[in-house]
């Protein structure tokens, strides 16, 4: 049977290289000089050369022995099945993702019905080594260091898969239980006229629906009999018929009290003592959807933040559609600088929320929350390359009609939302193939 770990290793790899054969780096390698140790890690990976890149890795990363279990995956069951990590890697780039790719001009045959065309790829990405020196003065490679700056995020998504991401490696089988007891709260609810149970004896009356009692205890804590707890206020209510309603109550939560059915309001989680260092607690809400509450917030910040990240992006979207329209039919150019808003509005004519469509909730003080990116404003779209990585619309306190300026420059530097995994302040942004995203507030 296969593994779930292969995938997200080979993300992995993808990222950091793709050592995959065994040997040894050169003898006369300098291990004093940084860029030396960086050069020899580049040419294993470029050589497919396991051994060699893990004998530069620092020893204690957490990605060294990823990779090494990877491989030894390989020579086993998988490989047996013909699954290997470069033909994961190879099917992978056909992922819709901000990587460019562009169509070789006149690499294409047909065949009757059957057209091949050629693609070149490359990978506009800043990609950073980090390394460390060791007491005897030599350089070893940080991987996981060099993801996160990379990406610019303070948690690397590789960590998270190997459950070492923030919030512990039990944050995931926290969650698991909580859905576990969540799928109990909806068996009992059919029974009972769609009501939750009692907040007083929910652990007793869901009991008989989970059939698991390890499904009580959170993994953070095992040495209690119960770590979660009952919103009071949902107890004994009806299951909301809208789904949005659902999202905004708070079903359970971790609670280090350990006492069977224990139950609390909401707003005392911002207090509690979590289970884990960073602080951070796995709730449940009504709709199902586990996650992970930050230290010192409350549940009603939390959904409010998501209510203005999502509308903000939702804003972004509709924008760039009607950038992306209004570009097709003025032969590829988009809107200028100076008029963007007004060469749009024949556009958004049919969207309902037009007049707020350059509102942000986060920003509620500003008439106008978006600006154009001038470096692309007016220019013909046909003529660019890697629309996934140009942005066209951000968020700015400019707050003028038809702002336009730099995303570089003119984002705000404080950022409007929370980022929830990461917890860094971040701004919104819509890019030129249409879709939006989330980048640091700049320093």
């Known amino acids: 049977m296969l593994t779930r770990r292969a995938p997200a290793l080979g993300i992995a790899l993808l990222i950091v290289g793709l050592p995959c054969a065994l040997s040894q780096p050169k003898a006369d390698l300098d291990r004093t000089d940084p860029v030396a140790v960086a050069n020899a890690y580049v040419e294993a990976c470029r050589s497919g050369d396991l051994e060699a890149a893990l004998a530069l890795v620092a020893p204690d990363d957490p990605l060294r022995k990823a990779m090494a279990e990877a491989v030894e995956e390989m020579g086993g069951q998988m490989a047996e099945q013909g699954f290997t990590l470069q033909g994961f890697l190879t099917e992978f780039l056909f992922m819709p993702m901000k990587l460019d790719f562009t169509v070789q001009p006149g690499a294409s045959q047909t065949e009757g019905d059957v057209a091949t065309v050629h693609v070149n790829r490359s990978l506009p990405i800043d990609q950073q ?150 602080g951070s607690i796995a709730i449940m809400d009504a709709t199902g959807n586990a996650r992970s509450l930050r230290e010192g917030m409350t549940f009603a910040q939390m959904t409010e933040a998501e209510q203005q990240s999502s509308t903000c992006y939702d804003h972004l979207r509709k924008l760039a559609a009607a ?56 220019k013909n779209a046909t003529e660019l390359s890697g629309h996934g990585t140009i942005v066209l619309f951000f968020e700015s306190d400019l707050n003028v009609p038809q702002a336009a300026g730099s995303p570089e420059r003119e984002a705000p530097t404080d950022g409007r939302h929370l980022d929830q995994w990461s917890g860094r302040r971040q701004n919104h942004v819509a890019h030129l193939d249409g879709n939006v995203g989330s980048e640091p507030a700049p320093k």
């Open 129 to 278: 080594l980090l390394l460390h020196r060791t007491p005897d003065g030599t350089w070893q490679v940080q991987l996981v260091a060099s993801i996160k700056a990379t990406t610019g995020r303070d948690r690397s998504f590789l960590e998270i898969a190997r459950g070492g991401g923030g919030g512990g490696p039990d944050i995931w089988s926290s969650y698991q239980r909580l859905r576990t007891l969540y799928e109990a709260f909806e068996e009992y609810a059919r029974d009972h006229g769609n009501r939750y149970p009692p907040a007083g004896k929910w652990t007793d009356e869901i009991g008989p629906y989970v059939l698991d009692r390890e499904a009580f205890k959170c993994p953070a804590a095992p040495d209690l009999e119960h770590g979660y707890a009952m919103n009071i206020a949902a107890g004994e209510q009806p299951i909301p018929n809208d789904w949005q309603e659902r999202q905004k109550l708070l079903l359970l939560f971790e609670w280090p009290g350990g006492q069977r059915n224990a139950s609390a309001m909401p707003e005392g989680l911002a207090t509690i003592k979590s289970f884990r260092p960073d």
């Open 323 to 378: 950038a992306r329209r209004y570009a097709r039919d003025n032969g590829g150019m988009l809107p200028a600088a100076e008029s963007w808003q007004d060469d749009l509005a024949p556009y958004l004519l049919d969207e309902p929320d037009a007049d707020e469509l350059c509102h942000c909730l986060a920003a509620p003080d500003l008439e106008y929350a978006y600006a154009i990116n001038e470096g692309i404003a007016g």
